[in-house]
């Protein structure tokens, strides 16, 4: 069984806890393996980087290494994988950084280890058809926008996947699980980030356009891989509706959770509401009377 | 034993400033056989010149170093001097002071130690320089213009004019290149097609000039003067001789209107039977072997039949059973034509970038994006729209029109470094032919800097502005999407530093900036010249020789040097008219001395010689039963590959022969 | 007050430092205002992303005390626009450094968010969200704001009470310590 070396990062712990579990349920029925990198450590985040850049490499680094012994690394969070990305290629000519590690006690040897985001991962899963046969509950006749954010795709020199301004894999893997992308504007627009606690005005505005876009194209749902992205859309839709000209309530949901539904994984495990159980059934339903 | 005389320039302050000349001239008298030294402000002035012809006469000196420039500024100039003093022009070595040493060099010690040492290596390499005579060719006075854009037409009428013979190679099926496609021209807002037809029937009409179109250059050697070009005449299918140019075939063709044109940017459509515009010169149709029914079907001859099975037939052929005259001739082939040239000339042209690349506006999927070339068919009144401007997407007139400058040009990150110099020009205009046709549309460019360094440019652009009501916007556009059937642009006003967010757009204009054609680099290569980075064919010297490449014989003009508009592409073409009559005023040229030689009793009869010569210059002769190689002085071009690869050392380059170069390393080891 | 804000002279020290912090080279940027025009977040900021830029090339102090170099999200959109390769949301960031350290932040807010973030890695290893949204609440005033949010978030267990110290944290924060040794 293949596996890849997991970094959950802070929000799935917390926030976030159903894409991990979600994540793991899923790629534990496809046969992938996930093993938790051993006493991981903060990413190294957007925020650490505004105050030291240098800093922020070093502590992504210290994952870099606790990783290498298990194999590539699989960060679900659009922030994670970016900030080790990042890293990876800092620390390939930051000889400086590399020292500081070793004086922690961690070696970094360039080109030990790579990483990647879950989309990523999973888009490889389906492109070599690990999923096929695992879909017993195809998604039929469910609407999805697939939602990027930002830096699930950008900067392209560091993410190194996808298009990064109209990127498509969610939505492959979306078909592949039964479900039927809608094409949309705001993609890859931002959703406003850690700026809902800052400027609360500005972020609901920044939601609203994304939220709207997917509505105006008859989504169902929006899917997303990133847990601010997911909480920034997902939470707020009624004060959003009052105040801020949002059309309508709209499900958010992380990727996987959406997978795990497809294949028949318990909807608790998944952290799915009823709610969304039961959209998923209606649409199937109506779609069976179609077909 | 030789009497070197050395002669170390200033040049200004250009060697001076951080060369300490006169400590070099003082060491220079120190080397063996160094019997003079002096330094001078300026070598090549006419004062300087004459020091060194004195000094060369006084001092009995039978050889001389300059430390100078380089050799490519004026080793020509030394020569011409040494030889007035009587000397054989190549006993002259140039030690490279400026480019090699002042220029690069960024401690004034560590500058004039290299200098001394130059110096030593080419007093070492002049002490076994030999007295070297140049041979005599004979020129042919033809000369063959690649290209027939508006550049070629222009150089070709011109050289043709002069009385001597021209033969023009273009690509497509017919000339009149890129001008052709446009509508207007800036900033006269003349018609493109009414200035250049004449011209183009002006050369299918000059007796000095034979016409090949749909015609590919293949290969070119030999020399200036005298260079072998292979064409390749491309199965046109359609007989040029007996074709009257009725056009009836092209509306009988049952693919008509199937296949995207290209002279319409794939914005019209023509048949497999084609001229790709009304004004066509030749207005000789071609036949696309890649499309035509008959062509793509199985030759019967060629078809094993079994028994009892009939023969299949060739699909359609409708075109030739139309044709009155007989002229559709599917057996035709490539034709291979061999000619000899004293002269060519390149004028190939230009590409436009490939927005494909830009996501961020759509990357070419947003049909109401267009190109400004699709703009400008159109808005030709014989293009896809008969010059009326609409919206791709619904055909209905635009209300709300951008304009988005740079794209591709001046972006580092997607495209190409450089301005693409035409494109504020012809946005301008664009800008001007939209409300000239729609009175009442919005019309907005987005733009970085204007760039209007032309006669009467900068007022066109301010007409525009102020007359035409095109409303200018400083900053680059970020993103255009669609939303809801409307399309959206998001933009900034730099200069009040606020966002713009534009709904409601009709149609957007993209200003893809120049690029060379794809296939520069290659026909570089078959010509045996060089390109810059960006695949443009590089000149000699870019401001005193703007037209001419390094391969003597052999000139450029128009946008296949870089990006340029018309009036530049006419001027240089013009140049290198002139260029090619002073070429063809000589009926016999004096060839460089400076070729490789075989010493036929060193020669081991290898032939690894004959396999490296890029030139095919080397052949292997025999003299009463001795086998030898030998250097076909006219074609040699002096690369000195025959010389690396020689082992027992019988190929040798004259002026820089093994001897000279160890003795030039030696000079510096030793003295 | 009433100070003057005209430009005088470049002043090459900040202007260096920027460059130093950032990793951009800010000479680069020919303010073509495509960030400006990408950015999501500069519609709500007192100057856009490519005045930010022009400031910085002056080294004008001025920039310091903008609100836009403490919201920018690092969404990245500017920097994969860019015609440059500039990453101006390094600039932004090299900035609110330098304007924390003179004492001229503009936005309390996003600092403190900051602060506290990475307080909470540096004392833990990871960042614990509860505490963090906490002090974001007090830091904005917002005290009774999203509790219909964060209450059945808690319930869901989505907020654990306590965050999670890493073991080898000793070794952790020697990351933050021995730059600030190399700095000297």
Redo the contacts between chains.
Sequence with gaps: MPAYAYFPG??L?????EFDTSFRAVFDKIGVGLKEIP????CG???????????AT??AG?NLVLASDIGDIVAPCAFCSISLKEAIIKLEHEG?IRS??I????EYLPGSVSVISAVEATYRAVEEGLIDGKVQSPLTGLKVAAYY???LV???KIAQFD????PSSMERIMVAVGAAPVDW?HK???C????I??????TL??VRDVLN?AI?ANADAVVTACPLCQQNLA??QPHMKQNYGLKREIPVLYFTQLMGAAMNIDGQQLGLSGNIVRLINKRQQEAKEVG | MARVGVFICHCGANIAGKVDVEAVSEAAINIPGVVYSSHQKYSCSEAGQKVIIDAIKENRLDRVVIGSCSPKMHENTFRKTVQQAGLNSYMLEIANLREHVSWVTADKDEATKKAMDLVKAAVGKVSFAKPLTPGQVPVEKRALVIGGGIAGIQAALDIADMGYEVVMVEREPSIGGRMAQLDKTFPTLDCSACILSPRMVDVAQHPNIRLLTYSEVENVNGYVGNFNVIIRKKARFVDERICTGCLECMGKCPLKKKIPNEFENGRAPRGAIYVPFAQAVPKVPVIDKEYCRYLLSPDPDKVEVKEGEKKPKRKCGVCAKVCTQGAVDFNQQDELISEKFGAIVLATGFNLFDHSKYGEYGAGKIPDVITALDFERIVNSSGPTEGKIVRPSNGEKPKRVVFIQCVGSRDEAKGVPYCSRICCMYTAKQAILVREKLPDAEIYVFYMDIRAAGKGYEEFVLRAQREYGANYVRGRVSRIYESNGHMVLKAADTLVGMPVEMDDVDLVVLATGSIAREDSVELANTIGITTDNHGFISEVHPKLRPVEVPREGVFACGACLSPRDIPDAVATAGAVAAKVGVLFSNDILMSDPMVAEIDPLKCAACGACVSVCPYSAITMEEFRGKKFAKVNEAMCQGCGTCSAACRPGAAQLKGQTDEQILRSIEAVLQW | MGASVQLRSIDMDLKKEIERLSGQKLDACYLCGKCSAGCPVAPYQDIPPHVVMRMAQWGSKKVLGSKMIWNCASCGTCYTRCPNNIDVARVCGALSQISRREGLVADKVAATLREKFVESVKNNGRVHELSLVVAMKMASRDYLGDLDIGIPMFLKGKFPLFGHKIKDLNNFQKLFDSKKKGDK
């Design positions: 802070c929000s712990e917390a926030s976030a806890k006493d991981w450590s903060c985040s957007s925020q650490v980087h505004k105050v030291d850049k240098d800093v070093a502590i210290r400086p500081t590690l004086e922690a006690g961690l954010g930002c830096l950008r900067p392209p298009d990064p301004e109209n504007s890859t627009e931002c406003g980030n850690a700026y606690f800052v400027n609360k005005d500005m505005n920044l876009a105006e939470m707020r």
